[in-house]
């Protein structure tokens, strides 16, 4: 007989909880007609088989390598320009929104008129933050053609929402005192947010930033697909030709560009560290 001393007394709560969950999740997988078993039928094994048996071996031709080396650089340049841009979104809408600076609330209540624009322009960050990037990329393939500027504004849209919004509650989750000492001596916003508040969480303003600019290389390959130029551009036309050698090839960029780009994202938050 078990030891009572030994028995987990929270066993039952965590048997049912786990329970119900699986009964909650029950729905929605029936409601998505998820069959993972279809992966292993017979025609699928064959189909799947054909399919990667046609990357092998990967395109190496030189001229299709120096295709794929720009097609990577532009990549690598729409991420940057993108997130660069957003921060002309981000730094303003963070500095209208971060209560920390407000003046009007250093003697109580937010007056009336900087609460209404507080509450515009966090609705403005949610409205951009919640269009995914790449709706915004097929908006802008519409109006200005495909190419990389219609990435790059995607990318500048969606992350300065999120940017934004981010930058906002890491200002207002550090220490506030010294801001509002500069505030209550007739400091402006600005001169309060670069003598007091920019000290102390630059390294994690900075490190969400690198961070974002890491998602946004990831993304701007996914932008390709739409006609937003880069390497994904390049993918979506292989794919579409079944050139499984050219595909190959662009994977394993893609991969590499990725690592390189988690190294240099940790590298450059170790240095700020």
């Known amino acids: 007989m078990l030891n009572p001393a030994r028995r987990d007394p929270a066993w039952a709560g965590r048997v049912f909880w786990t329970g119900a969950v699986l009964v909650l999740l029950w729905p929605l997988v029936v409601a998505t007609e998820f069959r993972p078993l279809r992966l292993f039928e017979p025609e699928t094994l064959a189909v799947s088989g054909r399919f990667l048996a046609a990357f092998f071996p990967p395109a190496l031709s030189p001229e299709f390598l120096e295709l794929v080396a720009k097609a990577t650089w532009r990549t690598v340049a729409i991420a940057t320009a993108g997130i660069t841009l ?35 322009v966090r609705a403005l960050l949610v409205v951009l933050r919640s269009v995914p990037e790449l709706v915004w990329a097929l908006v802008f393939v519409r109006v200005v053609g495909l190419g990389p500027t219609a990435g790059v504004l995607a990318i500048a849209l969606t992350y300065g929402g999120m940017l934004g919004k981010v930058y906002a509650e890491i200002l207002d989750s550090g220490e506030a005192a010294p801001a509002q000492a500069l505030l209550r001596q007739g400091a402006g916003r600005l001169q309060a947010f670069f003598w007091a508040l920019l000290p102390q969480n ?32 390049e993918l979506d036309g292989s794919l579409k030709m079944f050139a499984g050698a050219e595909v190959a090839t662009m994977l394993i960029v893609f991969v590499a560009l990725v690592a390189l780009a988690d190294r240099a994202s940790a590298t450059i938050r170790k240095v700020l560290g």
């Open 202 to 233: 630059a390294h994690e303003l900075a490190s969400y930033t690198v961070y974002r600019w890491e998602c946004a290389i990831r993304s701007s390959v996914v932008l390709g697909f739409v006609g937003a130029g880069g390497l994904g551009q």
């Open 86 to 120: 957003a921060l002309l979104i981000a730094v303003p809408g963070a500095l209208l929104t971060a209560r920390v600076l407000s003046l009007s609330a250093l003697a109580g209540p937010m007056a009336a008129a900087p609460l209404v624009l507080r509450q515009a």
